[in-house]
T-cell receptor, first 117, second 113 residues
Framework: GAGVSQSPRYKVAKRGQDVALRCDPI?????LFWYQQALGQGPEFLTY????????KSGLPSDRFFAERPEGSVSTLKIQRTQQEDSAVYLC???????????????FGAGTRLSVL | AQSVTQLGSHVSVSEGALVLLRCNYS??????LFWYVQYPNQGLQLLLK??????LVKGINGFEAEFKKSETSFHLTKPSAHMSDAAEYFC???????????FGTGTSLTVIP
């Protein structure tokens, strides 16, 4: 596609519900990133994939957060038993190559705004 | 450890005036530094980046930034603000691993007509 697409754009969940957020990266992009952006804050790194391999998940805040990219394209971020502190905008980004971002531009999606009531 | 600090969460300038958005970094090794812009309901867009080449970096939309090692700064400037520059601006440093950013808390720029 022309850009990184995320769905849904808005999600309201009751506390304790499970949610799944989808990211369609730019076609052919090797690297995929998830970020969490709380209100009034900068994005915080959650996890990174190179093709289908999850190479870094050091930013996932708890074991309730799980991400996958089984075929090396679309990725899903799943949050189990949502809590109010999970309310944030979840951003997905992709980049063409698997090498470091010093030489490799990240393209961001518009994000999914999750509100947990 | 790497981190960035953006001084001033809100900046207002008159249309045509100089834009100056401040970013200071902390890094134990020579950093890679970035500025991103975020328009409402859109994803982040790369404005410019410093990757140890020229210290004065020119980006899109007339923005530029200067890397000053002695001041550990990477401030973003634009000589003449335009109404379309109103947005949220984020400074970021790249972690050694090469695939993890630390973002600042952002500066919201308002342009007054």
């Amino acid at each position: 596609g022309a850009g990184v697409s995320q769905s849904p754009r808005y999600k309201v969940a009751k506390r304790g519900q499970d949610v799944a957020l989808r990211c369609d990266p730019i076609s052919g992009h090797v690297s995929l990133f998830w970020y969490q952006q709380a209100l009034g804050q900068g994005p915080e790194f959650l996890t990174y994939f190179q093709n289908e391999a999850q190479l870094d998940k050091s930013g996932l805040p708890s074991d309730r957060f799980f991400a996958e990219r089984p075929e090396g394209s679309v990725s899903t971020l799943k949050i189990q038993r949502t809590q109010q502190e999970d309310s944030a905008v979840y951003l997905c980004a992709s980049s063409l190559r698997g090498e470091g971002l010093a030489k490799n531009i990240q393209y961001f999606g518009a994000g999914t705004r999750l509100s947990v009531l | 450890a790497q981190s960035v600090t953006q001084l001033g969460s809100h900046v207002s300038v008159s249309e045509g005036a100089l834009v100056l958005l401040r970013c200071n970094y902390s890094s134990s090794v020579p950093p890679y530094l970035f500025w991103y812009v975020q328009y409402p309901n859109q994803g982040l867009q790369l404005l410019l980046k410093y990757t140890s080449a020229a210290t004065l970096v020119k980006g899109i939309n007339g923005f530029e930034a200067e890397f000053k090692k002695s001041e550990t700064s990477f401030h973003l400037t634009k000589p003449s603000a335009h109404m379309s520059d109103a947005a949220e601006y984020f400074c970021a440093v790249l972690v050694n691993t090469g695939n993890q950013f630390y973002f600042g808390t952002g500066t919201s720029l308002t342009v007054i007509p």
